[in-house]
Protein backbone atom coordinates (compact mmCIF):
# COMPACT_ATOMS: atom_id res chain seq x y z
CA UNK A 1 0.00 0.00 0.00
CA UNK A 2 1.27 3.41 -1.57
CA UNK A 3 2.07 5.54 1.87
CA UNK A 4 1.47 9.54 1.60
CA UNK A 5 3.66 11.34 -0.27
CA UNK A 6 3.89 14.84 -0.14
CA UNK A 7 5.90 17.35 -3.10
CA UNK A 8 7.96 19.38 -2.70
CA UNK A 9 10.45 17.34 -0.45
CA UNK A 10 12.32 21.06 0.19
CA UNK A 11 11.85 24.64 -0.78
CA UNK A 12 13.59 27.74 -0.41
CA UNK A 13 12.38 30.98 -0.96
CA UNK A 14 12.37 35.25 -0.04
CA UNK A 15 10.34 36.12 2.56
CA UNK A 16 6.97 38.08 1.36
CA UNK A 17 6.91 35.24 -1.53
CA UNK A 18 4.00 32.88 -1.74
CA UNK A 19 4.83 28.92 -1.91
CA UNK A 20 2.68 25.70 -1.83
CA UNK A 21 2.88 22.29 -0.91
CA UNK A 22 1.00 19.21 -2.43
CA UNK A 23 -0.35 16.45 -0.16
CA UNK A 24 -1.78 12.97 -1.63
CA UNK A 25 -3.25 11.02 1.21
CA UNK A 26 -3.65 7.04 1.14
CA UNK A 27 -6.01 5.96 -0.72
CA UNK A 28 -9.64 5.61 0.88
CA UNK A 29 -8.56 7.62 3.79
CA UNK A 30 -11.42 10.29 4.48
CA UNK A 31 -9.56 12.04 7.22
CA UNK A 32 -6.48 14.35 5.94
CA UNK A 33 -4.05 16.92 8.22
CA UNK A 34 -1.78 19.44 8.10
CA UNK A 35 0.79 20.23 10.85
CA UNK A 36 3.91 22.39 11.33
CA UNK A 37 6.85 21.10 12.67
CA UNK A 38 9.10 23.92 13.93
CA UNK A 39 12.84 22.86 15.14
CA UNK A 40 12.65 21.61 18.23
CA UNK A 41 9.71 21.23 18.53
CA UNK A 42 6.45 18.54 18.06
CA UNK A 43 3.70 18.72 15.41
CA UNK A 44 1.52 21.44 15.74
CA UNK A 45 -2.17 20.89 14.20
CA UNK A 46 -2.96 23.49 11.23
CA UNK A 47 -6.11 22.01 9.53
CA UNK A 48 -8.20 19.20 9.33
CA UNK A 49 -10.16 17.94 6.63
CA UNK A 50 -12.91 15.02 6.79
CA UNK A 51 -13.98 14.53 2.92
CA UNK A 52 -13.74 18.15 1.71
CA UNK A 53 -14.70 19.57 4.91
CA UNK A 54 -13.35 21.45 7.37
CA UNK A 55 -12.91 19.73 10.77
CA UNK A 56 -10.67 22.13 12.90
CA UNK A 57 -8.88 24.75 11.64
CA UNK A 58 -8.46 26.68 14.84
CA UNK A 59 -4.80 27.03 14.87
CA UNK A 60 -4.16 28.00 10.90
CA UNK A 61 -3.16 32.06 10.63
CA UNK A 62 -5.81 32.76 8.31
CA UNK A 63 -4.14 35.93 7.00
CA UNK A 64 -1.98 34.08 5.11
CA UNK A 65 -2.38 29.74 5.44
CA UNK A 66 -4.60 28.61 3.21
CA UNK A 67 -5.85 25.21 2.46
CA UNK A 68 -8.32 22.86 0.54
CA UNK A 69 -9.02 19.59 -0.60
CA UNK A 70 -11.17 19.68 -3.86
CA UNK A 71 -12.88 16.44 -4.36
CA UNK A 72 -12.07 15.30 -0.85
CA UNK A 73 -8.68 13.23 -2.38
CA UNK A 74 -5.67 14.95 -2.36
CA UNK A 75 -4.96 18.86 -0.65
CA UNK A 76 -2.86 21.61 -1.23
CA UNK A 77 -1.67 24.06 1.59
CA UNK A 78 -0.46 27.60 0.82
CA UNK A 79 1.26 30.60 1.91
CA UNK A 80 1.29 34.02 0.81
CA UNK A 81 3.22 36.05 2.22
CA UNK A 82 5.72 34.05 3.99
CA UNK A 83 7.39 34.97 7.16
CA UNK A 84 10.53 34.07 8.63
CA UNK A 85 9.19 32.13 11.57
CA UNK A 86 7.03 29.67 8.31
CA UNK A 87 10.40 28.02 8.46
CA UNK A 88 9.13 24.61 8.97
CA UNK A 89 8.39 21.33 8.07
CA UNK A 90 4.85 20.59 7.23
CA UNK A 91 3.69 17.13 7.66
CA UNK A 92 0.78 15.89 5.90
CA UNK A 93 -1.08 12.78 7.61
CA UNK A 94 -3.72 11.06 7.00
CA UNK A 95 -6.38 8.51 8.63
CA UNK A 96 -9.40 6.01 7.47
CA UNK A 97 -11.60 8.19 9.44
CA UNK A 98 -11.85 10.94 12.07
CA UNK A 99 -12.78 9.43 14.79
CA UNK A 100 -11.49 9.09 18.24
CA UNK A 101 -7.99 6.64 18.25
CA UNK A 102 -7.70 6.65 14.43
CA UNK A 103 -4.10 5.87 13.53
CA UNK A 104 -2.99 9.06 11.39
CA UNK A 105 -0.03 7.93 8.85
CA UNK A 106 2.43 10.47 7.86
CA UNK A 107 4.07 11.73 4.61
CA UNK A 108 7.96 12.48 4.71
CA UNK A 109 7.18 16.00 5.19
CA UNK A 110 8.11 19.07 3.24
CA UNK A 111 11.03 21.51 4.71
CA UNK A 112 10.44 25.25 3.96
CA UNK A 113 13.19 27.47 4.46
CA UNK A 114 12.14 31.47 4.48
CA UNK A 115 15.26 33.82 4.03
CA UNK B 1 -6.99 22.54 27.31
CA UNK B 2 -4.98 19.74 26.70
CA UNK B 3 -0.68 19.31 26.82
CA UNK B 4 1.88 16.80 26.44
CA UNK B 5 5.50 17.29 28.64
CA UNK B 6 8.25 15.29 27.97
CA UNK B 7 10.94 15.37 30.33
CA UNK B 8 14.34 15.51 28.79
CA UNK B 9 14.95 16.32 25.31
CA UNK B 10 17.52 14.04 25.02
CA UNK B 11 17.90 10.95 26.13
CA UNK B 12 21.24 9.08 26.16
CA UNK B 13 21.67 4.89 26.64
CA UNK B 14 24.13 2.59 25.67
CA UNK B 15 23.11 -0.30 23.41
CA UNK B 16 21.36 -3.03 25.47
CA UNK B 17 20.32 -0.81 28.39
CA UNK B 18 16.80 0.18 29.53
CA UNK B 19 14.96 2.81 27.27
CA UNK B 20 12.74 5.27 29.52
CA UNK B 21 11.27 8.03 27.73
CA UNK B 22 8.81 9.91 30.04
CA UNK B 23 5.34 11.45 29.05
CA UNK B 24 2.49 13.15 31.30
CA UNK B 25 0.09 15.15 30.35
CA UNK B 26 -2.88 17.43 31.44
CA UNK B 27 -6.44 16.29 30.75
CA UNK B 28 -9.77 17.20 32.08
CA UNK B 29 -11.43 13.68 30.30
CA UNK B 30 -10.36 10.75 29.54
CA UNK B 31 -7.43 10.73 27.62
CA UNK B 32 -6.69 8.42 24.27
CA UNK B 33 -2.66 8.70 24.38
CA UNK B 34 0.00 8.09 21.67
CA UNK B 35 3.77 7.38 21.45
CA UNK B 36 5.39 8.17 17.72
CA UNK B 37 8.66 7.77 16.38
CA UNK B 38 10.33 10.15 13.77
CA UNK B 39 13.82 9.07 11.95
CA UNK B 40 15.90 11.69 10.45
CA UNK B 41 14.05 13.21 7.30
CA UNK B 42 11.11 11.19 7.67
CA UNK B 43 7.41 11.39 8.66
CA UNK B 44 6.24 10.19 11.89
CA UNK B 45 5.34 6.49 12.41
CA UNK B 46 3.19 4.74 15.10
CA UNK B 47 4.44 2.55 17.96
CA UNK B 48 1.28 2.21 20.26
CA UNK B 49 -1.29 3.92 21.07
CA UNK B 50 -3.49 3.82 24.56
CA UNK B 51 -7.51 3.78 23.67
CA UNK B 52 -9.01 3.18 27.37
CA UNK B 53 -8.61 -0.85 27.25
CA UNK B 54 -5.39 -2.14 28.95
CA UNK B 55 -3.05 -0.54 30.91
CA UNK B 56 -0.12 -2.08 29.60
CA UNK B 57 0.23 -1.27 25.68
CA UNK B 58 2.78 -3.20 23.95
CA UNK B 59 3.36 -1.98 20.48
CA UNK B 60 6.28 -2.27 17.50
CA UNK B 61 10.18 -2.83 17.88
CA UNK B 62 9.99 -4.25 21.57
CA UNK B 63 8.34 -0.97 22.88
CA UNK B 64 5.44 -0.81 25.64
CA UNK B 65 4.72 1.50 27.82
CA UNK B 66 1.91 1.84 30.89
CA UNK B 67 -1.30 3.90 31.24
CA UNK B 68 -1.09 5.73 35.10
CA UNK B 69 -4.00 7.63 35.66
CA UNK B 70 -2.88 8.92 39.39
CA UNK B 71 0.55 9.55 38.07
CA UNK B 72 -0.87 11.35 34.78
CA UNK B 73 1.58 9.57 33.26
CA UNK B 74 2.46 7.40 29.88
CA UNK B 75 6.30 6.68 30.01
CA UNK B 76 7.56 4.51 26.95
CA UNK B 77 9.88 1.65 27.66
CA UNK B 78 12.36 -1.12 26.67
CA UNK B 79 14.21 -3.46 27.88
CA UNK B 80 17.24 -3.36 25.73
CA UNK B 81 17.91 -0.60 23.03
CA UNK B 82 19.48 -1.04 20.11
CA UNK B 83 21.73 1.00 17.46
CA UNK B 84 18.63 1.16 15.31
CA UNK B 85 16.03 3.20 17.85
CA UNK B 86 18.02 6.44 17.52
CA UNK B 87 15.46 8.93 16.62
CA UNK B 88 13.09 11.35 17.92
CA UNK B 89 9.90 10.12 20.31
CA UNK B 90 6.71 12.22 20.64
CA UNK B 91 4.02 11.35 23.06
CA UNK B 92 0.33 12.75 22.31
CA UNK B 93 -2.77 12.72 23.39
CA UNK B 94 -6.51 13.03 22.15
CA UNK B 95 -8.58 14.34 24.44
CA UNK B 96 -11.31 14.88 21.95
CA UNK B 97 -14.39 12.50 22.48
CA UNK B 98 -15.54 13.67 18.69
CA UNK B 99 -12.43 13.48 16.69
CA UNK B 100 -8.85 12.02 15.85
CA UNK B 101 -7.11 15.78 16.64
CA UNK B 102 -3.58 15.36 18.72
CA UNK B 103 -1.84 17.18 20.13
CA UNK B 104 2.07 16.70 20.61
CA UNK B 105 4.86 16.84 22.85
CA UNK B 106 8.16 18.26 22.09
CA UNK B 107 10.30 15.63 21.78
CA UNK B 108 12.93 13.49 22.98
CA UNK B 109 15.50 12.88 21.03
CA UNK B 110 17.13 8.77 22.19
CA UNK B 111 20.73 9.11 21.12
CA UNK B 112 22.22 4.84 21.62
CA UNK B 113 26.12 4.46 22.02
CA UNK B 114 27.76 1.05 20.86
Known amino acids: EAGVAQSPRYKIIEKRQSVAFWCNPI?????LYWYQQILGQGPKLLIQ????????DSQLPKDRFSAERLKGVDSTLKIQPAKLEDSAVYLC?????????????FGPGTRLTVL | AQSVTQLGSHVSVSEGALVLLRCNYS??????LFWYVQYPNQGLQLLLK??????LVKGINGFEAEFKKSETSFHLTKPSAHMSDAAEYFC????????????FGKGTMLLVSP
Open chain 1, 93 to 105: ASSLEGTRGNEQF
Open chain 1, 27 to 31: SGHAT
Open chain 1, 49 to 56: FQNNGVVD
Open chain 2, 27 to 32: SSVPPY
Open chain 2, 50 to 55: YTSAAT
Open chain 2, 92 to 103: AVNMNSGYSTLT
